[in-house]
């Protein structure tokens, strides 16, 4: 989800440029640095974020240049007011020094820089020409995000390949392990025995609970459609960031229940090393969309 997109544009005397930085997030969200007076931008801008993206935190930075040569400023009556209301209120619970005018003058809102565009047509135009580049870097943006998704593909790829083949190592241990713990089982039922006083039917129930409780065909079986949905995932054109981020989930479930069933220890091996190649692909799903 990372990326960056830096767009020029201009509209009659205006000039401006857009900057784009995108990072990981859990959703969309946007931050916006707009040059006072353009400030009613914001909702649109966040609208056509919300068309092209869908997860990441992005910051905008709008930057303006007029060609009228030095800017000019003004009072904003209305801030001034508000400004001077909540003054006279403080005023009133505390005692303290009347506000110097620069005081005032210097907070946000109060100057502001002077529109000469004031033909209602003209910044409407002005506006739209302002949204459409803004398009425009939104779509730099989306691609630059494209081309780090392609190559987190490839690593998630590996990743899930991975998986498979420590999946099919396990498979065919696990194929011989019943006869191994018919043999331990059979050993020590004989050292038991011997020992009388033990019902040989209820030693031949208790083996029979430990090798069902030792058999992990079924973790198996869940990787294996684990590996099949991740690679749907991948091949998909939608988003698929979320998606990803359960599946692993689901990964670690089961790989958790093969280490805690399995007593061989090349099992164990080779469910903690399952359990390493998930926590890997955890972290890279965090930079998917």
């Known amino acids: 989800m990372t990326g960056f997109a830096r767009i020029d544009g ?21 931050r916006c640095r ?11 801008l966040r609208k056509t974020a919300k068309e092209k993206l869908n997860r990441g935190s992005v ?13 000019r400023y003004r009072v904003n009556e ?17 005692e303290c020094a009347p506000p110097r005018a620069e ?7 109060v100057i502001e820089p002077t529109d000469d565009t004031e033909d209602e047509n003209a910044r409407k135009a002005l506006k739209i020409a302002l949204l459409e580049n803004f398009a425009e870097a939104i779509d ?36 011989a392990a019943p006869q191994a713990i018919k043999k ?20 031949a129930q208790e083996a029979a609970l430990l090798a069902l409780k030792a058999d992990i065909r079924e973790e198996l079986d869940r990787l294996a459609s684990h590996v099949v949905a991740g ?13 990803l981020d359960f599946l692993t989930q689901e990964f670690n479930r089961e790989a958790n229940t093969l280490c805690s069933k399995v007593q061989d220890m090349e099992l164990k091996r080779i469910g903690l090393q399952l359990k390493k190649v998930i926590d890997q692909m955890r972290e890279q799903v965090q930079n998917i969309e």
């Open 231 to 243: 690679r749907a995932l991948l091949d998909g054109n939608g988003p698929a960031g979320r998606q």
């Open 184 to 203: 331990r089982i059979q050993t020590q039922l004989d050292e038991l025995l011997a020992s009388g006083n033990i019902p040989e039917d209820r030693l």
């Open 140 to 175: 730099a943006l989306a691609v630059g995000r494209m081309s780090e998704g392609a190559a987190m593909c490839k690593v998630l790829s590996a990743q899930l390949e991975d998986i498979e083949k420590l999946a099919q190592e396990a498979s065919a241990l696990a194929a």
């Open 34 to 44: 707009l040059p006072q007076t353009f400030d009613s931008l914001e909702p649109d």
């Open 78 to 94: 209305a801030a001034l007011g508000d400004a001077i209301a909540m003054i006279e209120k403080v005023s009133m619970r505390l």
């Open 10 to 30: 201009a509209h009659e005397r205006w000039r401006w440029t857009w900057e784009l930085k995108s990072v990981n997030g859990r959703g969309l969200e946007l």
């Open 59 to 71: 910051n905008v930075s709008l930057t303006m240049h007029s060609d009228t040569g030095e800017a």
């Open 103 to 109: 005081g005032i003058l210097s907070l946000r809102g």
